[in-house]
């Protein structure tokens, strides 16, 4: 089954407005990791929170995790046009070896 | 300096044929991985190559192969393209063999096999 999947699969805001997004996953996890994708563009790796973490920030960036509840998410705070992409949990489980498994992402569209 | 670079960026073909991609990083990671993003952009592992030993094989045909002549490339081969092969190729590297580390990616490499 599927680890990391992100809730909504798509987030319509305007400018300056806030945008959360939520990833929920199955099993025992070592540490979760967002990362953005712009259109016909590879991967960029957000923020790294461990599973002895419940918060971190970066910039605009705010990321929860709650391991009782096997869900993170990732609040971006006074939204820009430029932040419109796609948005992927990845989760690297306790017994996942070395790979890290994605979500199915959210697409994020900010309008000016 | 792209620090992952793949090449192609586009790659048509037709079924039957026999194409590559080629991946280098300049990031000094040990770690390079292939992953297969689908029309619904859904990611998927296939290959994980740890200073050109591989490390994870998941269930992919064997139809592909990749190679690794040193730790900074790691290329994939794919022979008798399928339809179903169409999609969005990402390389990425990491600093280390756990998922503790965050992955680079490249800018992928979008098949599309008529």
């Known amino acids: 089954s599927q680890q990391g999947e992100e809730d909504p699969q798509a987030l319509s805001i305007q400018e300056g407005e806030n945008a959360t997004m939520n990833c929920s996953y199955k099993t025992s996890i070592n540490n979760l990791q967002w990362y953005r994708q712009n259109s016909g563009r590879g991967l960029v790796h957000l923020i790294l929170i461990r599973s002895n973490e419940r918060e971190k920030h970066s910039g605009r960036l705010r990321v929860t995790l709650d391991t009782s509840k096997k869900s993170s998410s990732l609040l971006i705070t006074a939204s820009r046009a430029a932040d419109t992409a796609s948005y992927f949990c990845?989760?690297?489980?306790?017994?996942?070896?070395?790979?890290?498994?994605f979500g199915e992402g959210t697409q994020l569209t900010v309008n000016p | 300096d792209t620090a992952v670079s793949q090449t192609p960026k586009y790659l048509v073909t037709q079924m039957g044929n026999d194409k590559s991609i080629k991946c280098e990083q300049n990031?000094?990671?040990?770690?390079m991985y292939w992953y297969k993003q689908d029309s619904k952009k859904f990611l998927k592992i296939m290959f994980s190559?740890?200073?050109?030993?591989?490390?994870i094989n998941e269930t992919v045909p064997n139809r592909f192969s990749p190679k690794s002549p040193d730790k900074a490339h790691l290329n994939l081969h794919i022979n008798s393209l399928e339809l179903g092969d169409s999609a969005v190729y990402f390389c990425?590297?990491?600093?280390?063999?756990?998922?503790?580390?965050?992955?680079?990616f490249g800018n992928g490499t979008r098949l599309t096999v008529t």
């Open positions: 190559y740890n200073n050109k030993e591989l490390i």
């Open positions: 990425a590297s990491s600093g280390a063999a756990r998922g503790y580390s965050p992955l680079h």
């Open positions: 990031l000094g990671h040990d770690t």
């Open positions: 990845a989760t690297d489980g306790e017994t996942s070896g070395s790979r890290l498994t």
